[in-house]
């Protein structure tokens, strides 16, 4: 039986017209911010001329519509601000400290390394951190020239 595997997953269904449900929220919810600060600087303010009274409502509307529309690099306007809110209240003083240094290991690309538990007839001592082995060719060189003779 055969059945429809679902495609565009990642897509958001469309439930204002051509608006997802979070862009017809933010525009709701920045148009109503707009007019009750429009509203409210009226009630203060009755003798203030319309363009005082709407220039306090008109950075809440244009936030709403950034909310709703702005994308930048593929990301929403949202998870901007919401970085730019985590910077703010996120410590920013960063205090170095020295770790001890640990022994360097040095790394030979003729020996041929096997790690602990790994089953391998060869023998192996451990000498620093340096796992060698008999085995003076490498895995790789190995595995090229494999590849090569291969391919002639």
């Not at 709701?28 to 203030?48: D, E, K």
């Not at 192996?124 to 790789?140: A, G, P």
């Amino acid at each position: 039986m055969r059945h429809e595997v679902p495609q565009f997953i990642d897509i958001e269904d469309k439930v204002f017209g051509p608006l997802t449900f979070l862009q017809g929220l933010y525009l709701i919810g920045g148009f109503f911010g707009a007019f009750s600060v429009y509203y409210i600087t009226g009630m203060l303010w009755n003798s203030a001329p319309f363009f005082l009274k709407a220039s306090f409502g008109i950075p809440i509307l244009a936030l709403g519509i950034a909310l709703a529309f702005v994308e930048i690099n593929k990301r929403k306007f949202i998870k901007y601000i919401e970085a730019w809110f985590y910077f703010l209240i996120s410590p920013k003083k960063y205090i170095w400290q020295k770790q001890e240094n640990k022994e360097k290991r040095e790394v030979n690309l003729d020996d041929d390394f096997i790690l602990p538990g790994e089953s391998n007839n060869t023998s192996y001592t451990i000498q620093n951190n340096d796992y060698k082995t008999k085995n003076k060719r490498s895995r790789l060189k190995s595995l090229a020239h494999d590849l090569d003779m291969d391919i002639e």
